[in-house]
């Protein structure tokens, strides 16, 4: 099969979730979602608390049904090929749960068990570096070891598309990027990824594309590259002024040199920003004329949490 014929690891169409809560209150976690994952390619969901993400991982793993809408994964559907997919599927979900007393090792021989055909138990645990912990107990490991089991766990099946619902959440540094390189590594041998993050850096380091979800609506979609440049500029500038915020004119600052677009944010005036070069001089030149005195500034490339900002005027992780 050709690239443009292979079927697509992921396809959904019009999902809707809508739960019913204890209160007969209806919430619509998933509106209208539309998401394709091409084969060999890694696709990350962002969006903040409550956008959906962890509802749309959930039902495109066959785990919870939609209200309505279209799933396919590899051209097959949860309803008539579950046998099929499940084989395919390696999933590790936002909080795992496993047997406390099992060993490292037994735990990934349990779930090898449930795959007929899949890698060596030993070789998964060398792809999360866990093989010099094959015979500790469950309980006895850290939170970042535990990760990296439930992810061997997922990688067992020899999966063609694995699943990972924030997969570094609360990890160290060192834990985190061990992780990311097990993904690459994933990817490299083609396999397919469907993972959430709240962090910018493992969403730019790891995603070919990435989809971010607000409010159960996909709002944006690209590369993180496409992203970021329809910011318009690949800085932003901010900063705080002495006296009445009232007074500042954002109209005035976004004409300035290099000066792309101005907005308030989290009490700083923001600007998107295409030289740093041209437009801080201007600036400082500007808030001088006007009487007024610095008293802050920094200046960072732009980044996909500035997206999420520039969309929908807040934080990704507020
Ligand atoms: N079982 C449930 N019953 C009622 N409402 C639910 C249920 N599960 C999730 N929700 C609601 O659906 C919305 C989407 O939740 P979801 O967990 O999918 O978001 P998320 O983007 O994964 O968030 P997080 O990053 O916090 O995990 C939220 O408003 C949440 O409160």
């Given at each position: 099969?050709?690239?443009?014929?292979?079927?697509?690891a992921?396809?959904?169409?019009?999902?809707?979730?809508?739960?019913?809560?204890?209160?007969?209150?209806?919430?619509?976690?998933?509106?209208?979602?539309?998401?394709?994952?091409?084969a060999?390619?890694?696709?990350?969901?962002?969006?903040?608390?409550?956008?959906?993400?962890?509802?749309?991982?959930?039902?495109?793993?066959g785990?919870?049904?939609?209200?309505?809408?279209?799933?396919?994964l590899f051209?097959k559907?949860?309803?008539?090929d579950e046998r099929f997919l499940r084989e395919r599927l390696g999933i590790?979900?936002?909080?795992?749960?496993?047997?406390?007393?099992?060993?490292?090792r037994?735990t990934v021989e349990l779930f090898r068990s449930f795959f007929t055909q899949g890698r060596d138990v030993g070789e998964a645990l060398d792809l999360?570096?866990?093989?010099?912990?094959?015979?500790?107990?469950?309980?006895?490991?850290?939170?970042?070891?535990?990760?990296?089991?439930?992810v061997a766990c997922a990688l067992v099946g020899n999966p063609a598309l694995l699943f990972?619902?924030?997969?570094?959440?609360?990890?160290?540094?060192?834990?985190?990027?061990?992780?990311?390189?097990?993904?690459?590594?994933f990817?490299?041998q083609g396999g397919s990824?469907?993972?959430?993050?709240?962090?910018?850096?493992?969403?730019?380091?790891?995603?070919?594309?990435?989809?971010?979800?607000?409010?159960?609506?996909?709002?944006?979609?690209?590369?993180?590259?496409?992203?970021?440049?329809?910011?318009?500029?690949?800085?932003?500038?901010?900063?705080?002024?002495?006296?009445?915020?009232?007074?500042?004119?954002?109209?005035?600052?976004?004409?300035?040199?290099?000066?792309?677009?101005?907005?308030?944010?989290?009490?700083?005036?923001?600007?998107?920003?295409?030289?740093?070069?041209?437009?801080?001089?201007?600036?400082?030149?500007?808030?001088?004329?006007?009487?007024?005195?610095?008293?802050?500034?920094?200046?960072?490339?732009?980044?996909?949490?500035?997206?999420?900002?520039?969309?929908?005027?807040?934080?990704?992780?507020?």
């Open positions: 099969m050709t690239e443009n014929t292979k079927p697509l992921v396809r959904c169409k019009g999902l809707i979730k809508v739960y019913t809560t204890r209160h007969h209150e209806m919430v619509v976690a998933v509106n209208r979602l539309d998401l394709e994952v091409h060999g390619e890694c696709f990350g969901l962002l969006g903040p608390n409550g956008a959906g993400k962890t509802t749309t991982v959930e039902i495109l793993e785990l919870l049904a939609p209200t309505a809408g279209e799933v396919e051209g559907t949860w309803e008539k590790s979900l936002q909080h795992t749960h496993l047997p406390e007393r099992l060993t490292v037994e999360v570096a866990l093989k010099d912990k094959e015979n500790a107990r469950y309980e006895t490991l850290s939170g970042g070891q535990k990760q990296r089991l439930a990972l619902d924030e997969p570094t959440t609360g990890l160290d540094p060192q834990s985190r990027r061990m992780l990311w390189e097990v993904v690459l590594a990817k490299q990824v469907l993972l959430t993050t709240h962090y910018m850096d493992e969403a730019e380091r790891l995603c070919d594309r990435v989809g971010v979800i607000d409010h159960g609506q996909m709002i944006a979609l690209g590369t993180p590259k496409e992203l970021i440049e329809s910011l318009g500029g690949q800085q932003i500038v901010e900063f705080t002024v002495e006296g009445n915020d009232e007074e500042v004119n954002l109209d005035a600052l976004s004409t300035l040199p290099s000066v792309h677009s101005a907005r308030w944010h989290t009490g700083r005036i923001s600007l998107t920003v295409g030289q740093l070069h041209e437009a801080l001089p201007a600036l400082l030149a500007h808030v001088d004329q006007g009487g007024r005195k610095l008293t802050g500034l920094s200046t960072h490339h732009a980044t996909l949490e500035d997206v999420f900002v520039n969309l929908t005027g807040r934080q990704l992780r507020e």
